[in-house]
């Protein structure tokens, strides 16, 4: 459904893609791992098209991005960033701001995909309960679901998510693995994946490297052709110490 072909991109003189192919088949979880500063939000920018290719193709269902116009792409697709804002208001407020026109029926859907139900049972007015400001009274990880449910109202046929690198706990993490593997029954999704249990679920892992996709494949594929993503993979699994903590 998302296809790079060959993408280039530079800002201004600096090449950041250097010729990246890669596909996000319908209803897959792809995982887009690499070093800080590898070109990863930079396909995001290009995938919903704050920027075009300078060479190579980007197609989203068969067709050539710069032949649909922005508000197309951007239709298909929805971004939850790392630090997805919450805002002042009610659980159903920040909920429905991208879709005002959601249903009750929607708002159930999306409540119950990203495994929302039993927090808004608990809260006193439910879905009219007020977040606080910028949702000071929900944890890191009810704020992410907030953002996944935002998304998923709009109805897209790819989600881009980039995962936050914060810590989450043993539980919110097994939520959030759980939530994405729910999610690709209604769409694709492409993360910026910065945890192993992520990574692991992917169905294809897309390896960046200054620009190159230097691996892809399932997880256990790259675990036996990739350096680099086993030593990603064993950082991850072993959090490194201080004497560890050189880059990549
Ligand atoms: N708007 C911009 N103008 C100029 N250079 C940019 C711009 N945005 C990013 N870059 C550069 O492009 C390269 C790729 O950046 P990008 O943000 O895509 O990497 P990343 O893999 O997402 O990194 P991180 O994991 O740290 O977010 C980096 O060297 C960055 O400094």
Not at 79 to 96: C, K, M, S, Y
Not at 124 to 145: A, I, K
Not at 217 to 231: E, F, I, Q, V, W
């Amino acid at each position: 459904m998302l296809e790079f072909r060959n993408v280039r991109f530079r800002y201004r003189k600096r090449p950041v893609l250097r010729g990246v192919s890669f596909t996000v088949p319908p209803h897959s979880l792809v995982a887009l791992v690499g070093k800080s500063g590898a070109g990863k939000s930079t396909l995001f920018a290009l995938a919903e098209r704050f920027y075009d290719p300078q060479a190579g193709t980007i197609l989203l269902h068969g067709r050539n991005t710069t032949e649909l116009s922005r508000d197309h792409c951007r239709a298909q697709l929805a971004l939850v960033e790392q630090d997805a804002p919450i805002l002042h208001g009610t659980v159903r407020d920040n909920l429905t701001y991208a879709a005002p026109d959601a249903t009750a029926h929607d708002i159930d859907r999306v409540v119950g995909l990203v495994q929302l139900t039993d927090l808004i049972d608990r809260l006193p007015g439910g879905l009219d309960s007020d977040v606080g400001d910028r949702g000071t009274r929900l944890s890191g990880g009810e704020r992410q679901r907030i953002a996944l449910a935002r998304a998923l109202l709009t109805r897209p046929s790819l989600l881009l998510l980039d995962e936050p690198t914060a810590q989450l706990d043993a539980i919110n993490e097994a939520a959030l693995t759980e939530t994405l593997d729910s999610i690709t029954a209604q769409c694709s999704v492409l993360v910026i994946a910065h945890r192993l249990t992520t990574i692991k679920n992917a169905d294809r892992v897309v390896l960046l490297d200054a620009g190159r996709v230097t691996a892809q494949g399932t997880p256990a594929d790259l675990l036996k052709t990739s350096r680099l993503y086993r030593r990603l993979a064993s950082l991850q699994l072993t959090p490194p110490t201080p004497q560890q903590s050189s880059p990549l």
